[in-house]
């Protein structure tokens, strides 16, 4: 088991360009979330997955957001055309759906920076 | 938005000593948990302390909670310099999405 893996650590483009980021959940855990957090904020939800399906979006989540979770393994988030503002720690976590409610498991997060 | 406030938003501390955080929440809940986050790192789960309890125990960590006011408070007992981090209110909700209050920086000085 080596934990939630999340991939790029660290990833600084330009404006208007598209990023993706990767996460591997615990393996054989079936819930899979999204969440992002800025400088001196606690993580914010963005979404949910239970197996391959999306259950849950936040109003964070704004169009130019898609996460997937095909086959219900890894996810992808992509932001298009990225700003400013989207500069963020992106944090992914999972768990099993026989967790203790709220008990989640997180990667070590990818950096955004947008200039 | 975030459900929980913690109290204070930072907080430096001798090592040895006590710290104590605080966090208000503001729907009724199941369960309450706390985060901890190293800076620059992915958040990792302590405790949890059910609606129905009112203090737990764990190593260091005290955790108390008090359902009529909507708040729980996190102790962590002499500190150390390892201690230092962030450290974050969680309650879950809806679809076992966890909202996470605005946290408590701790600086343990050695």
């Known amino acids: 088991d080596t934990g939630v893996s999340q991939d790029p650590r660290h990833k600084i483009t330009k404006r208007g360009q598209n990023v993706t980021f990767r996460c591997d959940p615990i393996?054989?855990?079936?819930?899979l979330y999204w969440y992002r957090q800025t400088l001196g904020q606690g993580p914010e939800f963005l979404t949910y997955?239970?197996?391959?399906?999306?259950?849950?979006k936040s109003r964070l989540l704004s169009d130019r957001f898609s996460a997937e979770r095909p086959k219900g393994s890894f996810s992808t988030l992509e932001i298009q055309r990225t700003e400013q503002g989207d500069s963020a720690m992106y944090l992914c976590?999972?768990?099993?759906?026989?967790?203790?409610?709220?008990?989640?498991?997180f990667g070590e997060g990818s950096r955004l920076t947008v200039l | 938005s975030q459900q929980g406030e913690e109290d204070p938003q930072a907080l430096s501390i001798q090592e040895g000593e006590n710290a104590t955080m605080n966090c208000s929440y503001k729907?009724?809940?199941?369960?309450l948990q706390w985060y901890r986050q190293n800076s620059g790192r992915g958040l990792v789960h302590l405790i949890l302390?059910?609606?129905?309890?009112r203090e737990k125990h764990s190593g260091r960590l005290r955790v108390t909670l008090d359902t009529s006011k909507k708040s729980s408070s996190l102790l962590i007992t002499a500190s150390r310099a390892a201690d230092t981090a962030s450290y974050f209110c969680?309650?879950?909700?809806?679809?076992?999405?966890?909202?996470f209050g605005t946290g408590t920086k701790l600086q343990v000085i050695p």
């Open positions: 997955f239970q197996n391959e399906a999306q259950l849950e």
């Open positions: 969680a309650t879950p909700g809806g679809y076992q999405k966890v909202t």
């Open positions: 729907t009724s809940i199941n369960n």
């Open positions: 393996s054989e855990h079936n819930r």
């Open positions: 976590a999972s768990s099993l759906v026989s967790s203790i409610p709220g008990e989640l498991f």
């Open positions: 302390i059910r609606s129905n309890e």
